[in-house]
């Protein structure tokens, strides 16, 4: 109960915070910066905080994580008083507690981080020091000169500006910051609640209905989350019970909240929080980005959902009734904390008299927030910054006459816990975001003080040769690996600022280059020997984890092929009348097959030589740009993909299908 109840103190004063400063900018930027990180530090020690701890070690680094939340604080207020001294009265020259203020800060980024993600994250800073330190004695294209300690700690802390209080940083602290209160006010307001319901009601008219709901609420939730494994845990721990109770294989049911989890991130307008990053490294519009991404993102979604379908079908599911549905608790820690602290709880969902009009009333909270963004940012063209303030701003009422005005049994007292709760939940969501990119702004600090970004992409041409297709089979390569165990956002920074020159140095447009890098950025989350979403969905649903992760990764493989076309096909990203719209539909044409031939099963199993075939019209789909006459050979496997599917789906009329080969089985 104190913890909930101090994240939502915390998430009140500092979502006033950072909401006043997007509206003033009543401070300098650096040390908006300065204060965030410190805030940030704060508040995801709290969220490290184990609530039940079942050992004298965790119940002790329960104590040590929210010292060192306070220390961090404390570090920051004496940066914060020292600012204009340092900046402007004496700049360049730092006292001994200057010094030590920069690196118990950076301690304690570190240390909090680890105790949010795991070791990963914090090994890789830890490494980056290290390597920056120790710089002679390293071999090959990793040496240099060294940096001196005091060198590392001035340049990556109190210089402000760079390394912890870098680019990225800005971007957590403006962004970011307000688009994950943004999502903490929706969830708080019944997001997730919502999009089960919207689901359900597309499960009344599909017959993997039940998987596509999980498919749309994991989808939903995860675009506004920012992390695979937090939206894995927080939907997860509905729809796999769920998914499972009414006949799905455990980890066939993991795996589509796995994939559904992760592959949320690249859906617009937030994309987990990247579409920010993306937009600062590149120098385009926010809108730019997510107009850019629009059109992978749906060939993902309608991938997963035909792979969903089919793969439900393969095994089995009960019909639903949706009236017996109950809405398992997502967070019942939360939900007993609110309880206790306010003298209520969050209601269960209602499944029953689901109807269009219903949830239109039902999603006010959500719609009117979400058509205000997306009015500002498009029709006024707004900075998205001024546009996510008034998104904000605009929810609070709208779920007041949602639920207030329209809805029994609730009253000021209930909205009033809601809205509490949303600032909470905000503060919850940014605070791990915020630490994870001050570790990751140390890493790019160090990658800038050794000048090895530019040598790595070199390595990288020379390695692949000058061949396009090697440098892109690389940087997959190399993109999965800085991608291991590390949030998106995270993962992303790491990725792109080392392997995207090398990409962009090769010819591919350098968006095309960040899209490719972010694609398998978060397909890390599904990819072993770490698959965090598959570690999580795997514990929820009580399955192997190794199956999981095998069976997400025949449900995503379109998606990792999917960067790939969109390089060769560009018009997918950069958009051209008529090329775009054909090359959409030839692209989702060629997924198809290559879903029907992975998951085996149209009506019943596939045969091996249909299977085979239809994997070498896929690719010609895809590739076909790659060889004279594409036009004609798409046309061509088009035509044939769908007569395959058609005949062994038995789409024909019975009089065709009895002069087939088969018709006798």
């Known amino acids: 109960m104190i913890k909930y109840g101090v994240l939502i103190v915390l998430g009140v004063l500092i979502a006033g915070y950072h909401l006043a400063y997007v509206r003033t900018f009543f401070v300098e930027q650096n040390q908006h910066r300065l204060i965030h990180i410190g805030t940030m530090t704060l ?17 002790i680094g329960n104590y040590i994580g929210l010292l060192e939340g306070l220390v961090g604080a404390g570090a920051t207020l004496y940066l914060v008083l020292s600012y204009e001294r340092m900046v402007y009265e004496q700049l360049g020259v730092y006292t001994t507690t200057d010094m030590l203020a920069g690196l118990l800060i950076m301690f304690v980024v570190f240390d909090v981080t680890r105790r949010v993600y795991g070791p990963i994250l914090s090994v890789v800073g830890i490494g980056g020091l290290i390597y920056a330190y120790w710089g002679p004695y390293f071999p090959g294209i990793l040496n240099h000169n060294g940096v001196s300690i005091n060198r590392l700690i001035q340049g990556l802390t109190i210089e402000f500006g760079s390394g912890l209080y870098g680019v990225i940083t800005g971007v957590s602290a403006t962004y970011i910051i307000i688009f994950m209160i943004f999502a903490g006010m929706l969830e708080a307001y019944g997001a997730l609640d919502y999009f089960l319901q919207l689901g359900t009601i597309v499960g009344r008219r599909i017959r993997s209905g039940l998987a596509q709901m999980t498919v749309v609420a994991s989808l939903g939730m995860g675009s506004i989350n920012g992390s695979a494994a937090a939206n894995a845990a927080t939907t997860g721990a509905f729809t796999i019970p769920l998914l499972k109770r009414h006949g799905l294989d455990e980890d066939t049911a993991g795996a589509f909240e796995s994939v559904a989890s992760s592959g949320g991130q690249i859906m617009p307008p937030i994309m987990g929080a990247a579409a920010f990053v993306m937009a600062q490294i590149t120098g385009n519009s926010y809108l730019y980005i997510i107009v850019v991404g629009a059109l992978p993102a749906l060939l993902f979604y309608f991938s997963v959902a035909v792979g969903v379908h089919l793969t439900t079908m393969k095994e089995g599911i009960e019909e639903v009734d949706p009236t017996q549905l109950e809405l398992e608790s997502v967070s ?9 602290l306010f003298g209520r709880s969050t209601e269960p969902v209602s499944f029953d008299n689901l109807t269009v009009r219903n949830l239109v009333i039902e999603g006010i909270a959500l719609w009117v927030p979400v058509g205000v963004l997306l009015y500002t940012m498009i029709i006024l063209t707004w900075d998205p910054l001024y546009a996510g303030f008034w998104a904000v701003a605009s929810s609070i009422p709208a779920a007041f006459v949602q639920s207030v005005g329209l809805r029994d049994d609730y009253g000021l007292k209930d909205f009033g816990v809601d809205t509490l709760d949303g600032f909470g939940r905000g503060l919850e969501n940014a605070a791990p975001i915020g630490v994870a990119i001050g570790v990751m702004n140390v890493f790019v600090g160090i990658l800038n003080l050794t000048g090895f970004t530019q040598v790595f992409a070199s390595s990288l041409l020379s390695l692949s040769g000058g061949v396009t297709v090697v440098l892109l089979m690389l940087t997959m390569v190399a993109a999965l690996l800085f991608g291991l165990g590390m949030p998106t956002v995270a993962a992303y920074i790491t990725a792109v ?4 020159p090398a990409l962009a140095e090769a010819g591919i447009p350098l968006l095309a280059a960040h899209f490719f890098v972010f694609y398998f950025a978060i397909l890390s989350a599904i990819t072993p020997p770490v698959a965090i979403a598959c570690l999580v969905t795997s514990r929820i649903s009580g399955g ?14 379109p998606l990792f092929i999917l960067p790939y076309v969109f390089v060769l096909n560009d018009s997918l990203l950069f958009w051209e009348f008529p090329t775009t719209a054909t090359t959409f539909v030839v692209v989702l044409v060629g997924f ?12 019943g199993s596939v045969p091996l030589p249909v299977r085979a075939a239809l994997l070498a019209l896929a690719a010609v789909l895809l590739f076909a740009p790659l060889v004279p006459a594409a036009g004609v050979l798409r046309l061509i496997a088009a035509v044939l993909v769908a007569a395959l599917v058609a005949w062994q789906g038995k789409y024909l009329p019975e009089s065709v299908m009895a002069k087939l080969p088969g018709a006798a089985r």
């Open 332 to 340: 019942l820690q939360r939900e007993e904390a609110v309880a206790q």
């Open 592 to 603: 198809v097959a290559m879903a029907v031939a992975l998951v085996n099963h149209l009506e």
């Open 43 to 59: 508040g995801a020690a709290v969220v490290a905080y184990d609530v039940d701890p079942q050992t004298t070690r965790q119940r």
């Open 497 to 500: 600022l080392l392997i995207a």
């Open 544 to 557: 192997s984890f190794w199956e999981t992760a095998r069976r997400s990764l025949i449900l995503a493989a």
